[in-house]
């Protein structure tokens, strides 16, 4: 198994530029999570998935949007990247809802200017 | 509201033992996790503890006691490669239960 992989692992964009992050998972994990990692923020939750078709906001939507439309894949779409946005996203799943071990990506390093 | 405390760093010695502290308070409990992140790499899972007390697994132990909204992670015999971020993060009631609030995490320096 390959785990929890995200695409790209850098990207810089400019200022109302977007793009999307890929994130996807081959355990056949139904609970998927977005989280942005910020110095001295700590991990904090754009958007969670309980299953395919369902989504919902997490600490941090505003500026991301979500979908699942399969049980593998979980793309976060910036829809006009701010430089606030500049940020290490972390892609996370785990086996259903109540699960306790959440597996997490290798991240996404993203710069917007 | 939401708030996890940790401290930001330690130093420790190699082969000795530390204590990384986390204090709580939160809406709901159902959980409180350890994970740890090496620089420029994923969290990982260590422990997890619901009920009172200490959960042991090898060098690692973790802590809870719900009533103060505390608990702690212990590491024993710390080796070199224990250089690393360990965060603290709480699990809640309602919604998705998987929904996790993270501390900003201790950055431990294990020294020769």
């Known amino acids: 198994n390959a785990g929890v992989t995200q695409t790209p692992k850098f990207q810089v964009l400019k200022t109302g530029q977007s793009m999307t992050l890929q994130c996807a998972q081959d355990?056949?994990?139904?609970?998927m999570s977005w989280y942005r990692q910020d110095p001295g923020m700590g991990l904090r939750l754009i958007h969670y998935?309980?299953?395919?078709?369902?989504?919902d906001q997490g600490e941090v939507p505003n500026g991301y949007n979500v979908s699942r439309s399969t049980t593998e894949d979980f793309p976060l779409r910036l829809l006009s990247a701010a430089p606030s946005q500049t940020s290490v996203y972390f892609c996370?799943?785990?086996?259903?809802?109540?699960?306790?071990?959440?597996?997490f990506g290798p991240g996404t390093r993203l710069t917007v200017l | 509201g939401q708030n996890i405390d940790q401290p930001t760093e330690m130093t420790a010695t190699e082969g000795a033992i530390v204590q990384i502290n986390c204090t709580y308070q939160?809406?709901?409990?159902?959980?409180l996790f350890w994970y740890q992140q090496h620089a420029g790499e994923a969290p990982t899972f260590l422990s997890y503890?619901?009920?009172?007390g200490l959960e042991e697994k090898g060098r690692f132990s973790s802590f809870l006691s719900r009533s103060k909204g505390y608990s702690y992670l212990l590491l024993k015999e710390l080796q070199m490669k224990d250089s690393a971020s360990y965060l603290c993060?709480?699990?809640?009631?309602?919604?998705?239960?998987?929904?996790?609030?993270f501390g900003t995490g201790t950055l431990l320096a294990v020294q020769p």
């Open positions: 996370a799943s785990s086996y259903g809802q109540s699960y306790n071990e959440q597996f």
């Open positions: 355990m056949n994990h139904e609970y």
């Open positions: 998935s309980v299953g395919a078709g369902i989504t």
């Open positions: 939160t809406s709901g409990f159902n959980g």
């Open positions: 503890n619901v009920l009172d």
């Open positions: 993060a709480v699990r809640g009631y309602g919604g998705a239960t998987n929904k996790l609030i």
